[in-house]
T-cell receptor, first 115, second 111 residues
């Protein structure tokens, strides 16, 4: 168990819908990262938050957004869902921002299926 | 941005043999190189990492080497066991930033 929690574990929804994925980082970790894992694209970075502020963006679609709350949990919002959005979505956390303390630990993931 | 290439994509070894997975990276600013093991349907688990000020690191049967000049790093697993079967991902990044992953190596250890 990495200490990172994600809910829900599984999500099945229809095209055009909107969903919210939730992540709670390890105690003490300030940085949260979202990654998408699909069969054809591998593990791809979506977005990073550090202590409530957006720090970096990767290959995140405009239909997707995220935020990190004062208690440091994070939510990833996916809207106007398409079949191609079906994937495993992982959240990872690290202490972040400090020298030598940047190992990232992954949560169990949310498997999203768009039908 | 950073581009990480990983080889081979699949690797089959017999139990007790060694396995080697190789990665190259493009951004000379990258200074942190972790390796993750992922079993089917599970989360990636950090198994070992190396920083750019170190050339080699070992943890029991697992070792990682880094050649900064050539921009490549490798994972070595000795005395492989069936439970080592999984997908292994290398990654490269600058400290505190997102991981840039290779495409993964599916390792199969046969008894």
């Amino acid at each position: 168990d990495s200490g990172v929690t994600q809910t829900p574990k599984h999500l099945i929804t229809a095209t055009g819908q909107r969903v919210t994925l939730r992540c709670s980082p390890r105690s003490g970790d300030l940085s949260v990262y979202w990654y998408q894992q699909s069969l054809d694209q591998g593990l791809q970075f979506l977005i990073q938050y550090y202590n409530g502020e957006e720090r970096a963006k990767g290959n995140i679609l405009e239909r997707f957004s995220a935020q990190q709350f004062p208690d440091l949990h994070s939510e990833l919002n996916l809207s106007s869902l398409e079949l191609g959005d079906s994937a495993l979505y992982f959240c990872a956390s690290s202490v972040g921002g400090l020298e030598f303390l940047y190992e990232q630990y992954f949560g169990p993931g949310t498997r999203l299926t768009v039908t | 941005g950073e581009n990480v290439e990983q080889h081979p994509s699949t690797l089959s070894v017999q139990e007790g043999d060694s396995a080697v997975i190789k990665c190259t990276y493009s951004d000379s600013a990258s200074n942190y190189f972790p390796w993750y093991k992922q079993e089917l349907g599970k989360r990636p688990q950090l198994i070992i990492d190396i920083r750019s000020n170190v050339g080699e690191k070992k943890d029991q049967r697992i070792a990682v080497t880094l050649n900064k000049t050539a921009k490549h790093f490798s994972l070595h697993i000795t005395e492989t066991q069936p439970e080592d079967s999984a997908v292994y991902f290398c990654a490269a990044t600058q400290a505190g930033y997102a991981l840039n992953f290779g495409k993964g190596t599916s390792l199969l250890v046969t008894p």
